[in-house]
């Protein structure tokens, strides 16, 4: 496997609220387009699961084990 060099961006700290609206603003362009998109308030993302998953066909497929390996490996954690 190979190693990827990653960056942690300096962002304002997770603030609730800011998220909040945040979100608010990603809904809206989700659902009408680049053009909804309004200025908003930016922080860090809240702690979250990194979820991984695969279709039963592909993830049975014999081709495809080293991906379904490296994707059951792949992690990250952030160092502070």
């Known amino acids: ?14 603030e609730n609220k800011c998220w909040t609206e945040m979100m608010a603003v990603v809904e809206k362009i989700k659902a009408d387009g ?6 908003t308030c930016a922080s ?7 979820t991984k998953s695969a279709s ?4 049975n497929n014999p081709a495809n084990k080293p991906v379904i390996d490296f994707v059951k490996a792949y992690t990250f954690r952030l160092l502070k």
């Open 1 to 14: 496997m190979g190693k990827v060099d990653l960056v942690q961006l300096k962002e304002p700290a997770y």
């Open 34 to 39: 680049p053009d909804a998109y309004t200025k």
């Open 44 to 50: 860090a993302y809240v702690d979250m699961a990194l």
């Open 56 to 59: 039963t066909t592909f993830a």
